[in-house]
């Protein structure tokens, strides 16, 4: 196949404007993970490290800390996540009404969360949510509790404390995406809609959902990513407490590396089943998403 | 007629508790910074009467001005190095399609979902071989190509009108000057809108700083931050306060590039 | 039965009124056109009837019962959008019977319904495709399926061919027009260009700034246009219009000299009233409509500056001594060959506006 002149500039300026990116990416994200593969089958602490085979593995199944940690990340993934979604989709569509009043002010409103750091955040609840705090004390005052709720000292509701604390923070991330999406439908379908007399929730379930439906497909998968990392929140909100019941595998991870006497094959290993589960979810993620119809 | 009426207004309401409850962290933030951490813990709304003593405890406890400066050097370059690095490659992504670098591209889209949690151990470990623990540069390194604004940028780019590239190119622009002089400007609402994400990655970065920064005046603000929360008895007035100081250059970012914001994110979502 | 009466309609939009009192009757089985240039409201006064704005003062009734407040799929109308609005993620077949799904219609009968929808519109091949899959041409009769499953009362068009290319329009316009002989509805179409109103058309309002200019067929507003708008939009080319000044009026007849023409003056009959000596008229004279020189009443010297050979017709535009266009109509294909042309208008072809643009009779 002949190569014109054209062609082959095409080709040097394609690699050229990739290659930096390519190569750090090639560093610091595909060399490391190859390491870690490979570094999840050594045994032994810090530098001293002989191959171990499937010990690690073996040395997961029957830690107790990492199943807590497994079972903890999940618990917030299954719970957050939808919760999360669904919130984000209401308000955007509920701002996505040009005739509602005060729209830019919801909207930024709502995003605002988002400008904070975790940390921030995370401070800020902590506060928020201590024995005789402003959120216990509001309750109180609205007679939705009797007695004062024990936020950070009780397994159950320190995850709570968790979950809402996330859900705060990130809802109107997902919202901003869904109002982006929203803005590129032609508003004509819905007027179709109306006059076809299909009534508001039923638009709602059968157009606006499957037409959002790449979009809700991307912010789950990003949302999932990052509930099943979760690290900031923990680390500063509750600690891993009480007693582990807000431990997640992030967390897991850095006790092992940073704070116990590091054994750097075994938090490999425990580093892989993450990406493991990330894959496998979102690898199902798709294949719900994904047209079922077989082209005719 | 009625129930369209009391449609709307529920969703008035749905919207105003909500906007409510997202603002109201904030208001307990900036009051929080003037009352005693006593109060604070036991909720009280009203502003008091400690800033000053709030802020002199912090001072005291913390090289503010090292430690913010190094918030703003990190989050600064990262945004620009990453800005650089992962916009040329999504424009290089977009405009010179071939079938390699689309195998190529598609390989990044699962590497996406590789959690840092899983890069952060030999991250680590291959930055204390190559003696950069404690560094600047180990942290802003491996952020620099960020998949995720590759992705933004391609897309992006699909919107970007292929004739204004031909025309560049019939004028005799060579292609890093189209990039510059032609793509650069036209596209200034994207930028400015992963300005502000990245930006905003960067200076909240906790994680992997975390990591790298051993020695007190290298840390960043968020770390500080962390470090004041995790200790035993916490003085919330104080910690209030330096959250306060660090989400304001966040807030003014946002609160300037909102639109450009709004708009770069739906030229995503095509 | 599928009857439509606007009385005295308006809208405002804030402290804006679009549409400032319109009143309409529409027969059954007709097919009207509303046109008129952007901005005049005929689109507005469309979504009016179709529930999508509301109407400030006023009353809509379609089929004798006043609609006003009727929730838009409750009022027998089916809307055909410009952008045709087929849901993107169904198929042509599920998209034409979702009404008839929340309409609680059984399946047999919504694919029955569909069936003979896609039969009409020679849809059958395409009933499993998506939208994307379908040119321009076919997702208009996909949009126009699904309003005729539902059987309305009312057809509304929202100017349906725009974004359809010129040759396609054509097409589209006879298979309209084939439909609405079919279908023998009531048919409300909105269309900025004045050829489809006047091919499809049993009866035009012509809307200009939220009123309505003039109501009747196309040749009635072709041959006997009520006002100086009218008469510029419809036919096309342009109508050309001179000025002139009132010389002498009376006895059912008026002597009018054309401004700028050398003096040129124009006599004119009419039955009804007579401008006033000392008035300003403009003289509308169609292309095709001027006569050979000195066979009219008065002669227009005109320089030719561009000649357009059509083939069968050729149009000349030329200018006058002052420099303004006229546009002359000729089946002779060499008309525009010399560099100079003379005109002349014929008296009872030259139609009559006072300075008001109301049209004297």
């Given at each position: ?20 990116a ?11 993970i190859?390491?870690?593969?490979w570094?999840?089958?050594?045994v ?34 299954i ?20 005739t ?11 995003f605002l ?14 506060s ?52 982006a ?8 379908i ?7 007399g ?52 992030s ?36 294949m ?7 082209p005719? | 007629?009625?129930f ?7 969703v ?11 603002v ?29 003593a ?5 001072a ?33 992504f ?7 670098r ?12 590789i ?28 952020t ?32 890093w ?46 770390l500080?931050?962390?470090?004041l ?21 966040t ?20 | ?7 005295g ?59 006003n ?14 952008s ?7 198929t042509?077949?599920d ?59 009312v ?18 316009r ?48 072709y ?21 002139g ?26 039955s ?31 320089k ?17 001594a002052?420099?303004e ?37």
């Amino acid at each position: 196949m002949a190569q014109t002149r054209l062609d082959r500039s095409e080709q040097i300026n394609g690699w050229a404007f990739v290659m930096p990116a390519l190569v750090l990416l090639g560093i610091f994200m595909i060399y490391p993970i190859i390491w870690s593969l490979w570094m999840s089958f050594q045994v032994g602490r810090g530098a001293n490290f002989s191959f171990g085979g499937l010990a690690n593995i073996q040395r997961l199944a029957n830690d107790g800390l990492f199943v807590q940690a497994l079972t903890n990340t999940f618990i917030f993934f299954i719970i957050q996540v939808p919760i999360m979604i669904v919130l984000a989709l209401l308000f955007a569509v509920a701002l996505n009404d040009s005739t509602l009043k005060f729209r830019g002010l919801f909207r930024t409103l709502l995003f605002l969360p988002c400008v904070t750091s975790l940390i921030a955040y995370s401070s800020l609840f902590k506060s928020m949510f201590s024995n005789d705090g402003i959120i216990n004390q509001a309750l109180l005052t609205l007679h939705i509790i009797g007695a004062p709720i024990p936020w950070l000292s009780d397994p159950f509701w320190a995850k709570v404390v968790i979950i809402v604390a996330i859900t705060w923070r990130w809802t109107g991330y997902n919202m901003i995406f869904y109002l982006a999406a929203l803005q590129n439908v032609d508003k004509s379908i819905y007027e179709a809609a109306r006059i076809d007399g299909v009534p508001a929730w039923a638009r709602f379930t059968s157009i606006t959902i499957p037409m959002l439906k790449p979009v809700i497909l991307f912010t789950t998968i990003l949302s999932t990513i990052g509930t099943l990392q979760l690290f900031d929140e923990v680390n500063n909100i509750t600690q891993g407490n009480p007693a582990n019941a807000t431990l997640t595998l992030s967390l897991y991870i850095y006790n092992l590396t940073f704070r116990m006497m590091p054994s750097f094959g075994y938090s490999a290993t425990v580093s892989w089943v993450i990406v493991l589960i990330v894959a496998v979810l979102s690898f199902i993620q798709f294949m719900i998403a994904r047209d079922r119809r077989r082209p005719s | 007629m009625s129930f369209a009426l009391l449609r709307r207004g529920g969703v008035y309401l749905f919207l105003s508790v909500a906007a409510f409850l997202s603002v109201f962290p904030f208001y307990w933030m900036a009051v929080g910074a003037t009352n005693k951490s006593i109060d604070i813990t036991t909720g009280q709304l009203s502003p008091g009467s400690n800033l000053v003593a709030n802020f002199q405890s912090l001072a005291a406890q913390v090289d503010l001005v090292r430690i913010f400066g190094n918030s703003f050097l990190l989050a600064i370059v990262s945004t620009i190095l990453t800005l650089a690095v992962s916009s040329i490659a999504g424009y290089g992504f977009e405009i010179f399609r071939s079938r390699v670098r689309e195998r190529v591209f598609q390989l990044l889209l699962l590497l996406l979902s590789i959690p840092f949690a899983a890069l952060m151990v030999p991250l680590f470990v291959m930055i204390s071989r190559a003696s950069l623990t404690n560094t600047f540069t180990a942290v802003i390194l491996p952020t620099i190509a960020s998949i995720f604004i590759i992705f933004y940028f391609r897309q992006a780019t699909k919107a970007f009108p292929g004739e204004l590239r031909d025309a560049a190119r019939v004028d005799g622009l060579k292609e890093w000057q189209i990039f510059l002089f032609v793509y650069l400007p036209t596209m200034r609402s994207t930028y400015a809108a992963a300005t502000i994400i990245v930006f905003m990655n960067a200076w909240n970065n906790y994680l992997w700083p975390l990591i790298v920064l051993q020695t007190p005046e290298n840390k960043t603000i968020t770390l500080v931050i962390s470090a004041l929360t995790a200790a035993y008895a916490p003085d919330f007035g104080v910690i209030l306060l330096a959250t306060v100081m660090a989400t304001l250059p966040t807030l003014v970012i946002f609160f300037v590039l909102q639109r450009q914001f709004v708009q770069g994110m739906l030229g995503a979502v095509k | 039965m599928s009857s439509l009466k606007l009385k005295g309609v308006r809208k405002s939009f804030g402290t804006l009124e679009v549409i400032k009192g319109v009143d309409l009757d529409i027969n059954a089985r007709e097919f009207v056109v509303f046109v008129g240039p952007s901005g005049c409201g005929k689109s507005t006064l469309l979504r009016m009837i179709a529930g999508l704005e509301s109407t400030t003062s006023g009353d809509i009734e379609i089929g004798g019962t006043r609609v006003n407040e009727a929730d838009p799929s409750k009022r027998g109308i089916a809307m055909v959008f410009q952008s045709y609005a087929l849901y993107p993620h169904m198929t042509v077949r599920d998209n034409m019977g979702f009404a008839l799904r929340f309409a609680g219609k059984p399946k047999a009968e919504i694919a029955r319904q569909v069936g003979e929808a896609a039969r009409i519109l020679e849809l059958e091949p395409l009933l499993d495709r998506l939208p994307k899959e379908l040119s321009g041409g076919q997702r208009q009769r996909v949009a126009i399926g699904r309003a005729i499953v539902r059987h309305p009362e009312v057809f509304l068009f929202d100017e349906p061919l725009s974004n359809l290319d010129a040759e396609l329009r054509v097409h589209m316009r006879i298979e309209l027009a084939r439909l609405h002989r079919e279908l023998k509805t009531t048919m409300i179409y909105v269309t900025h260009d004045q050829v489809e109103a006047m091919t499809l058309a049993d009866k035009i309002v012509v809307m200009r700034k939220g009123e309505v200019a003039q109501v009747g067929t196309p040749l009635q507003l072709y041959d006997d246009p009520d006002n100086l708008f009218v008469a510029g939009f419809i036919g096309s080319p342009r109508m050309n219009f001179f000025q002139g000044e009132v010389l002498e009026s009376g006895n059912g007849a008026f002597v009018a000299q054309l401004v700028n023409q050398g003096g040129v003056r124009l006599t004119r009959s009419l039955s009804g009233r007579l401008p006033a000596k000392g008035d300003k008229v403009t003289i509308g004279v169609r292309p095709e409509h001027f006569a050979d020189a000195g066979t009219g009443t008065a002669d227009i010297a005109l320089k030719v500056d561009v000649a357009e050979h059509l083939g069968s017709t050729t149009y000349i535009y030329a200018n006058t001594a002052a420099g303004e266009q006229v546009i002359v109509e000729r089946e002779d294909r060499h008309a525009g060959d010399a560099d100079t042309l003379t005109v002349a208008i014929p008296a009872d072809k030259a139609l009559v506006f006072d300075s008001a643009g109301n049209r004297l009779r």
